[in-house]
């Protein structure tokens, strides 16, 4: 009988539905055997290790409850190939709004700076900025971009957003299209870029592009490690030419990169924060679910967050 492991817990209601309506599988939560990894076709976890897919010579789907692949051995996977990899991709729209404003009032009520009891009181007061008269461009407009692009015109900003077809956003007062970007950097007080999920807006913060950001501005960053340079990145941090720059990433080599900056503070880099507190309800189960139907009558096409 085919093995399916449950890796990650699963409510107990959930177990039984499984059972339920898949008796022809057996699902387990823990592997005791040596057969029982023989016998195993489908994983319902987050890690997978090259030795324990060595043991699984039977393995063809991977269905990870996270959008995080980093514990999965993925090149051992892409030389077997024959195992599917799908992933649970949540959107976190009010947490990166959440924390996009935190990061923004940071930077410009100086907290950073008093905390550390850096430089002059009155200087420091003086320095202090406002969301009324200043501009915020948000690049990427999908579910948590236009959750910062809301909450930033609530808070007062100047909303311009950048999608692909330059189409109208309720939360953005203009939007343009990817070829004006370099026009507008320079005149934003605040670039958020929310690229961390499938993004059609190809940009790449660059050396160029960093070096058209006008001095004081923030720069709020939620994106994956291939949309930015972070050698420039670094370069701009050291010549302390912008107010701040908040780095939410938990890319182990994003956060090795940065580590001897932390301590500068208008740098702030943070783990993936902006995705808590974890949504509640079970859209990993049921997109699981979902998926085994579709694998068990061979329509791999309609699989959903199909990755591998």
């Given at each position: 009988m085919p093995t399916v492991y449950l890796r990650s817990p699963i409510a107990p209601q959930e177990f039984d539905q499984l059972k339920k309506e898949f008796p022809h599988l057996r699902f387990v939560t823990q592997m005791s055997h040596q057969r029982d990894w023989e016998d195993l076709e489908i994983i319902f976890g987050d890690e997978l290790s090259t030795e324990e897919l060595k043991l699984a010579p039977q393995l063809r789907w991977v269905h990870l409850p996270t959008d995080n692949q980093s514990c999965l051995c993925k090149t051992a996977i892409?030389?077997?190939?024959?195992?599917?990899?799908?992933?649970?991709?949540?959107?976190?729209?009010?947490?990166?709004?959440?924390?996009?404003?935190?990061?923004?009032?940071?930077?410009?009520?100086?907290?950073?700076?008093?905390?550390?009891?850096?430089?002059?009181?009155?200087?420091?007061?003086?320095?202090?900025?406002?969301?009324?008269?200043?501009?915020?461009?948000?690049?990427?407009?999908?579910?948590?971009g236009e959750a910062a692009a809301k909450c930033a015109k609530l808070l007062g900003f100047t909303v311009y957003g950048v999608d692909p077809h330059g189409t109208f956003s309720p939360n953005c007062h203009k939007v343009f299209t990817p070829n004006e970007i370099h026009s507008l950097l320079s005149g934003a007080d605040v670039i958020s870029i929310c690229c961390r999920h499938e993004c059609e807006v190809e940009f790449v913060l660059g050396a160029g592009e960093l070096s058209l950001i006008k001095d004081e501005a923030i720069l709020l960053l939620f994106c994956t490690p291939d949309r930015l340079n972070s050698e420039a990145l670094i370069d701009l941090i050291k010549r302390e030419r912008v107010r701040g720059i908040f780095l939410d990433s938990d890319d182990p080599h994003l956060q090795a990169l940065f580590q001897p900056h932390k301590s500068n503070p208008r740098f702030l880099m943070t783990p993936n924060i902006s995705s808590y507190p974890k949504a509640t309800g079970d859209l990993a189960y049921l997109l699981f679910r979902h998926n085994l139907r579709q694998y068990l009558h061979g329509n791999l096409a309609d699989m959903e967050t199909l990755v591998q």
């Open positions: 892409n030389l077997r190939e024959s195992v599917l990899v799908t992933v649970t991709e949540e959107m976190y729209g009010a947490q990166v709004a959440e924390c996009a404003a935190a990061a923004y009032f940071a930077f410009a009520k100086n907290l950073c700076f008093w905390k550390e009891g850096i430089g002059n009181s009155e200087e420091l007061l003086k320095g202090i900025q406002s969301p009324k008269g200043s501009i915020w461009l948000q690049l990427g407009l999908d579910e948590e």
